[in-house]
């Protein structure tokens, strides 16, 4: 079944229900949706001829125009190809050179942009422009029906490993997706307003599916991104707001309603993930808005979909583990098995730490013209995710790190995070991120970067205390550094190589 027929069905069955919203103002309903889609989708097909399997390339900021996009790519049973906006631009034709995609659909802010490419698609179409106008005046095309199999998106990786990779999800795998948003997430009813305050080519742009087969609302904020004020009074004002939100987002947010003494009520779920959220920051969010939060692990290769930590269990104070729980990513989804193993493939007992597996029907089928990556990446039906973590005695995932930011000093075993959880206690450090620097006598040494909040002045010696007094003392850090920000992606992961080669400068 084409994806794009959640859109189709809603659309006939309850036409007149708001759909899109830009800011508080109601733009289309579902039938103005669907027919503004299938006319674009009738241009890309008959005017611009692209034919089912071929890619479609989306640059864009958040906009209206994108949620009609993704449609229209997907009901003429193309592929789509979501490109993250905040990319460097070498990043962006890489992209282009290795997907091909018949047309690149841009927004207007970054025209000039894809202007300045030294080879570009054969037909850029510009968001809100006359063309796309005409576009949507085009006689409207029927759905093109698919395989679970088929292909219908292409989603590039970060590229912190090395060149960004297409990972190709099937239609199968991203209904796999919707069905375990609303089996262990959340459930959706049509009052419900889906905010795209993350980038909508990333996580958030994947949940349009879930509310789009709900019939619930989706807002673009006017602002087209995360502003934390922004976000309060839209809760204030309209109500019911869900939204996918990094953690630093999280953070930001509840920050802003500390600060201002907002009212979180009218945020109704905060799906958070894409990155560490320490134990502090999660305690003190549940604090100031209560059971709003859900939080989701999972990879491009798996969208969304590995484990999620439920409403109630982030909730559920009284339970005697619920610390270590707030630590972990919580439990598999409802069609996904995750298993921890060695080296050579071997399941590992609980408690034990491992590289995360994941088997299922959301994991992708491979990478984009790539089948050396595909062949490390998948081994034996399972995805091998680059995750080392570790199972309890009832299903919990805890993750430590990236296999490849483990720091090995004198023989011994150091998962960064455990001295981020540590040094994030002290009052005084705002954010932090540990790495392995080179040393003669121990191969490794650990090195914490860390951001103060204002005013506060580096105190090492109470640093160590708080680390001698939580951690082993070979996982103290032999080194300080203090800085004004970390490193971060387009996706807000702090990008550890970075800091590790400033250590070898």
């Known amino acids: ?36 889609t299938a006319a674009l989708a009738g241009h890309l097909q008959q005017r611009l001829g692209v034919a089912p399997g071929e890619r479609v390339a989306i640059y864009a900021s958040n906009c209206l125009e994108y949620l009609e996009a993704l449609h229209a790519i997907l009901w003429i049973g193309a592929i789509s190809v979501p490109i993250n906006y905040k990319l460097h631009v070498k990043e962006l034709e890489y992209i282009l050179g290795n997907c091909e995609p018949r047309v690149l659909l841009v927004s207007p802010d970054l025209a000039a942009t894809v202007a300045g490419l030294g080879q570009a698609p054969a037909h850029v179409l510009v968001m809100g422009s006359a063309d796309y106008g005409r576009a949507l005046e085009h006689p409207g095309v029927s759905l093109v029906g698919r395989a679970p199999d088929d292909v219908a998106s292409l989603f590039y990786t970060s590229g912190t490993t090395g060149r960004p990779k297409g990972v190709m999800q099937t239609h199968a795998n991203l209904q796999a997706m919707t069905v375990c948003y609303l089996a262990d997430v959340d459930a959706v009813d049509p009052q419900d307003v889906m905010v795209y305050a993350a980038p909508m080519s990333h996580g ?78 999660i305690l003190h969010a549940l604090e100031l808005f209560g059971p709003r939060f859900v939080q989701i692990y999972g990879q491009g290769e798996c969208p969304m979909t590995i484990t999620t930590l439920s409403r109630a269990e982030l909730w559920d104070r009284g339970h005697p583990r619920w610390t270590e729980r707030l630590a972990s990513v919580g439990r598999p989804h409802s069609l996904v098995e995750v298993r921890v193993v060695d080296a050579q493939g071997h399941a590992l007992p609980a408690g034990e730490i491992g590289e995360v597996v994941v088997r299922g029907t959301p994991v992708m089928p491979g990478y984009w013209r790539h089948p050396e990556a595909t062949r490390s990446t998948l081994r034996d039906g399972w995805l091998c995710t680059g995750d080392t973590g570790a199972l309890d005695e009832d299903g919990f995932l805890t993750l430590k790190d990236r296999s490849k930011d483990l720091i090995i000093s004198g023989g011994s075993n150091i998962y960064p995070r455990e001295v981020e959880e540590v040094l994030l206690l002290h009052p005084d450090v705002a954010e932090v991120s540990v790495v392995g620097a080179p040393d003669e006598e121990w191969g490794e040494v650990v090195a914490a970067f860390v951001v103060l909040r204002p005013g506060a002045v580096l105190d090492e010696a109470a640093l160590d205390r708080l680390c001698l007094e939580n951690l082993a003392r070979f996982k103290r850090p032999k080194r300080y550094l203090q800085v004004e920000l970390l490193p971060k992606n387009s996706y807000g992961k702090v990008l550890k190589t970075e800091l590790r080669q400033r250590l070898q400068a």
């Open 1 to 36: 079944m084409n994806l794009a027929s959640y859109l189709e069905r809603t659309a006939r069955a309850h036409g007149e229900a708001p759909a899109v919203f830009v800011g508080e103002e109601l733009r289309l309903t579902y039938a103005q949706l669907a027919q503004r």
């Open 204 to 281: 958030a742009g994947l949940y349009n599916y879930v509310h789009m087969l709900k019939g619930a609302r989706h807002l673009v904020p006017a602002s087209g991104g995360f502003d934390p004020a922004e976000l309060a009074q839209l809760a204030a004002r309209v109500g019911r707001l869900s939204l996918f939100a990094a953690p630093t987002m999280v953070k930001r947010l509840v920050e802003h309603v500390e600060a201002t003494g907002a009212d979180p009520s009218g945020f109704k779920t905060i799906v958070y993930g894409g990155g560490p959220m320490y134990v502090e920051h």
